[in-house]
């Protein structure tokens, strides 16, 4: 019985640590095959327009050539503008693409809650086969 609650203990402990990791941001990145998310911002009655993807890079800046008249602070204010509305899109499609959020910290509390009355339930376990042992024992002579 020890080898069996060392293994839960061991796979339960490994576990934690896992999600610790990700909990902390440590976690391996295995995006591998994620798709690309894309926001797009505009600006100036969409004369200027930006795209941001994964990663808040911009992808693509369009101007129209009626901006290109502009003078050049103000066609740089209109580009910000619109690169912020981007980035701001990039992250609503990526919390969408995402799913619900996971609460990794209740669920390393569930794993240590589980792994503390796997224990305690093991160690219940062992101690009742040896009084079982002692008892049959014990009846020898």
């Known amino acids: 019985m020890d080898s069996a609650s060392n293994d839960l203990d061991r796979m339960l ?6 999600l610790e990791s990700m909990r902390q941001g440590k976690a391996a990145a295995g995006t591998g095959g994620a798709e690309t998310v894309e926001g797009v911002g505009e600006a100036d009655d969409g004369r200027v327009k930006v795209t941001a993807v994964s990663g808040g890079r911009l992808k693509k800046v369009e101007i129209n050539p ?3 008249r502009l003078p050049a602070e103000e066609l740089g204010e209109h580009l910000v503008t619109a690169a912020n509305a981007a980035l701001d899109d990039l992250r609503s499609n990526a919390a969408d693409a995402a799913g619900p959020a996971v609460d990794i910290d209740r669920l390393n509390q569930q794993v240590e809650e589980i792994q503390n009355e796997s224990l305690r339930q093991m160690t219940m376990i062992s101690q009742a086969f040896n009084d079982a042992i002692s008892k049959a024992g014990g009846g020898r002579k």
Request: hydrophobic fraction near 45%; glycine fraction near 0%.
């Open 66 to 68: 009626r901006a290109m």
């Open 13 to 18: 402990t490994e576990a934690r640590k896992a």
